[in-house]
């Protein structure tokens, strides 16, 4: 699995950039959806009530998002408790999800940084516009200017979270030439996504090895490990200890390509080849891994 977080300044086109990506093949999941949802949850309703009073309430008793909008951004103490109380239920939703999925899992979170990147999270990237274009786009919102910038004011500075984004993209062109700038991107996420293991039993060590230099010589994996295994069967009473296990790092696309040439080493078909997704990697892995393999 390979989890992208998504943020940016205010109006410049997270929610496009995260949808284009969706279209690319990813799996989207957006932090202001889960924030509606749990502001249906009776807890944090009375938690908002009787910090601001029934102000924050509309006719039907349910929370006013406009009313919240206006003391979240009006003081930082307000901002700072709102944080505290929601972003950890935010973030226990994701994490939920997130163990439910597998393969390329796109995440909108507008305060990325502002809350720590989670552990979850392997790259981040950061979606700029032009403050001309910004107010542009939120005209229909009422958001000019000045109200934009009243809403990040307690924020981290664009600048300094361009620095810390993986990668930064800058959208004030059309939506085609948005998606031009993200396909290469998207190509390569998309790839990095597919990171799996394979282990593969032989009976001997050398042909444990002859296994490792034809796999990698072919490019069809970046790394492998080899164990010796004590191996035990139902119809044994003892351990039968000449066995040896590789295990490749690779892509799930070459998993057929490595079961053919390993079939023609060992001389037999691979059992078991056991298959299983990378949920964890840092981003310089993935990124040597895709590029060592075809």
């Avoid at 003391?71 to 972003?87: A, D, N, S, T, V």
């Avoid at 009976?203 to 296994?211: D, E, N, T, W």
Wanted: hydrophobic share 40%.
């Amino acid at each position: 699995m390979f989890v992208l977080g998504i943020t940016g300044d205010i109006g410049a086109g997270k929610s496009t950039v995260a949808s284009i990506l969706g279209n690319m093949g990813a799996r989207v999941i957006d932090a202001d959806q889960i924030v509606r949802r749990l502001w249906n949850h009776r807890e944090l309703v009375d938690a908002a009530r009787d910090r601001w009073g029934d102000s924050v309430l509309n006719e039907d008793g349910k929370i006013s998002p406009s009313a919240v909008a206006e003391r979240f951004f009006g003081e930082e103490k307000e901002y700072r408790w709102l944080c505290r109380l929601i972003h950890p239920m935010v973030r226990s939703e994701m994490a939920s999800g997130l163990s439910a999925e597998r393969g390329w899992v796109v995440v909108e979170i507008p305060l990325l940084f502002e809350s720590d990147v989670p552990y979850w999270c392997d790259m981040t990237l950061y979606v700029t516009a032009s403050p001309e274009n910004r107010v542009a786009r939120n005209s229909s919102r009422g958001l000019n200017g000045d109200e934009l910038d009243r809403r990040e004011k307690f924020l981290i500075s664009s600048e300094e979270k361009k620095s810390m984004a993986d990668l930064v993209v800058t959208n004030d062109g059309s939506l085609d030439e948005l998606k031009d700038i993200l396909r290469s991107h998207g190509e390569k996420m998309l790839r990095m996504s597919s990171i799996c293991t394979v282990k593969i039993q032989c009976a001997f060590k050398k042909q444990a090895r002859q296994l490792i230099s034809g796999i990698l010589g072919k490019k069809l994996a970046y790394q492998a490990n080899l164990a010796s295994l004590e191996t035990a069967y139902s119809r044994y009473d003892q351990f039968l200890t000449d066995n040896w296990e590789v295990q490749f790092y690779t892509l799930a696309p070459l998993v057929p390509e490595i079961s053919r040439v390993a079939s023609e080493i060992i001389k037999k078909e691979p059992t078991p080849l056991a298959v299983a997704d990378v949920l964890r990697a840092s981003l310089s892995f993935r990124e040597a891994l895709c590029e060592a393999c075809l």
